[in-house]
Structures are given as C-alpha cells and as structure tokens.
C-alpha cells in the first residue's frame, strides 16, 4: 500500500513538479493479476485497481489498516473501466459490464476480482473511505443513475454529470461517487471552479488516447499549480483545493469524495476573477 499524506497549502507553495506529483499522482493503478492501492491521510481515502487477467484477484488483509479485513471498517464504491468482468462479495457474484458501478457496505468480508476473458480482461477502478454504519451491497446501471447536463459549446464544457453512489440514488455512509464524460469537442471539466473545504475528492481520468492528457488545475484560488495527467491516472485532491481539468481532447473521469457530508451542492464557488 502506498501510503500519502496531507499537505498544507503553505507547503504547496515550495513543491517542485516533481515532489508535487509524487504526493498528489496517482500511476500505475493496473498491473497484471494484481490489485494495487493507495491511501492518503486526507480524509483516509484508498484509491486503487485490480487487474485480474489469469485469475482472480482479492482485497488484502493489511496491517495499515489496523483491522482483521480490509472492509471490517470502510465501504466501498468499483466501476469497471475495463471490458466485462465480475466482482463478488462473501460469495455473491455482480457482473459488471464497462462503466458499471457496484457499491459495497462496511462489513463485507471477502472481495474478489475476475475478468470474463482473458483476452478481454476487466480494469476495475475503487474508492473506499471509513465507514460507521453499513448500508447495503449495490449494483448500479449508467442507465439507472441520476444525470445532471451542463455546459455550453462556446465554453468547450459540455459535459454529463452520471451521479452513482449518491443520496439522490442510493444510500451509503459518507462515500460519493460518480463519472462525467465529456462531449466531442468539449475538453474543460468544473470550470467555473471550486473548493469544499468540508470533504476531499479524487479525480480519474480515462478514455483518453494514447497521445493526449489532461492538465490537472489545483491549489488554492489565488496560488494554482497543475499536474500532466494521462489516461487511467488519478489525482488526489485536497479538501482546500481547487479541482478542475483541460485536455487535448475529450474524455471521462471518475470522481469520488469523501469527507464532512455528502451534500453534492456545498461547495464554495470561485469567480473567475480571483483565479491566479
């Protein structure tokens, strides 16, 4: 487990690019027949991926955790990024198709991770965060969550908010999660932007090309810094933090918060005077 820890925004400020990327990047989420995560000490999150390719794949018994199982204590939200796969908790099986979520309650005990094929395998992209009651294990359609559209073709910012695991949908403890795509031609996503100094938030980029990226906006309003993103890499970003992204071409990203509440709409807008 790769483990991150907080960084104040006066710290921020003496980062260079590449101490910068080494606290705030998230590479390297999928390697073959392995699951891999990380954990930062905002708010506790866990990013991580499994690749199962000639086998399954499991949630470790890990000692930083401090727990006898990895969900004795947290929850946790999947989408598979990847081709037709399938997830199962404590036995049960959920075959998620691309771009499919499962959300799964504090408790479960076992968690295991296949691909259909094997030469087609699943990617599949986590987020968990603690937990103090347990809600149950769901599985979550694109076609059945609740979309919020936005942005304009001037503004190169049309986008479609898809909102999973989500108060409007579905019931969990303090975990949100969800996927914006972007429409052809548009390639800025939350800009206008924000900050919620009441919950962090992770951000994973994917269905870009193989030669395009994403330029990653963080850092207080008035103090922004960026990071190069490419396909399937993450970006941690703190609670103080601006978030927001241009690419060289459309694409997807998942987000996922954790914190405070989960009230989707407390955030602290930024004009876009005050941006420096």
Same mark, same amino acid.
């Given at each position: 487990?790769?483990?991150?820890?907080?960084?104040?925004?006066?710290?921020?400020?003496?980062?260079?690019?590449?101490?910068?990327?080494?606290? #705030?990047?998230?590479?390297? #989420?999928?390697?073959?027949?392995?699951?891999?995560?990380?954990?930062?000490?905002?708010?506790?999150?866990?990013?991580?991926?499994?690749?199962?390719?000639?086998?399954?794949?499991?949630?470790?018994?890990?000692?930083?955790?401090?727990?006898?199982?990895?969900?004795?204590?947290?929850?946790?939200?999947?989408?598979?990024?990847?081709?037709?796969?399938?997830?199962?908790?404590?036995?049960?099986?959920?075959? #998620?198709?691309?771009?499919?979520?499962?959300?799964?309650?504090?408790?479960?005990?076992?968690?295991?991770?296949?691909?259909?094929?094997?030469?087609?395998?699943?990617?599949?992209?986590? !987020?968990?965060?603690?937990?103090?009651?347990?809600?149950?294990?769901?599985?979550?359609?694109?076609?059945?969550?609740?979309?919020?559209?936005?942005?304009?073709?001037?503004? #190169?910012?049309?986008?479609?908010?898809?909102?999973?695991?989500?108060?409007?949908?579905?019931?969990?403890?303090?975990?949100?999660?969800?996927?914006?795509?972007?429409?052809?031609?548009?390639?800025?996503?939350?800009?206008?932007?924000?900050?919620?100094?009441?919950?962090?938030?992770?951000?994973?980029?994917?269905?870009?090309?193989?030669?395009?990226?994403?330029?990653?906006?963080?850092?207080?309003?008035?103090?922004?810094?960026?990071?190069?993103?490419?396909?399937?890499?993450?970006?941690?970003?703190?609670?103080?933090?601006?978030?927001?992204?241009?690419?060289?071409? !459309?694409?997807?990203?998942?987000?996922?918060?954790?914190?405070? !509440?989960?009230?989707?709409?407390?955030?602290? !807008?930024?004009?876009?005077?005050?941006?420096?």
């Amino acid at each position: 487990m790769d483990i991150r820890y907080a960084i104040h925004p006066e710290h921020l400020k003496s980062m260079d690019t590449e101490t910068i990327r080494k606290q #705030l990047l998230i590479q390297s #989420l999928f390697e073959k027949d392995s699951l891999k995560t990380f954990y930062s000490h905002v708010d506790r999150i866990i990013v991580g991926g499994a690749f199962p390719v000639d086998g399954a794949v499991s949630l470790p018994v890990t000692k930083a955790l401090g727990t006898e199982y990895f969900l004795e204590r947290r929850e946790m939200g999947i989408f598979n990024v990847g081709s037709s796969g399938t997830v199962s908790v404590d036995g049960k099986e959920f075959i #998620l198709e691309n771009k499919d979520c499962l959300y799964i309650g504090m408790g479960s005990k076992e968690v295991l991770f296949k691909s259909a094929a094997l030469d087609k395998p699943a990617r599949f992209y986590f !987020n968990s965060a603690p937990a103090h009651a347990t809600y149950p294990t769901v599985k979550l359609l694109k076609k059945d969550v609740q979309k919020v559209n936005l942005g304009t073709p001037d503004k #190169l910012n049309v986008r479609t908010i898809n909102q999973f695991i989500h108060p409007a949908v579905m019931k969990s403890c303090q975990l949100v999660m969800g996927m914006t795509e972007l429409a052809p031609g548009s390639v800025w996503n939350t800009m206008p932007t924000h900050t919620h100094d009441r919950r962090m938030e992770v951000y994973f980029y994917f269905d870009l090309p193989e030669d395009a990226l994403v330029f990653h906006f963080f850092g207080e309003p008035k103090e922004t810094r960026h990071i190069v993103v490419r396909n399937e890499e993450a970006v941690i970003s703190p609670s103080w933090s601006i978030h927001s992204g241009a690419g060289t071409s !459309n694409y997807t990203f998942i987000w996922g918060m954790a914190g405070e !509440n989960q009230t989707f709409t407390d955030m602290d !807008n930024i004009p876009m005077s005050e941006l420096k």
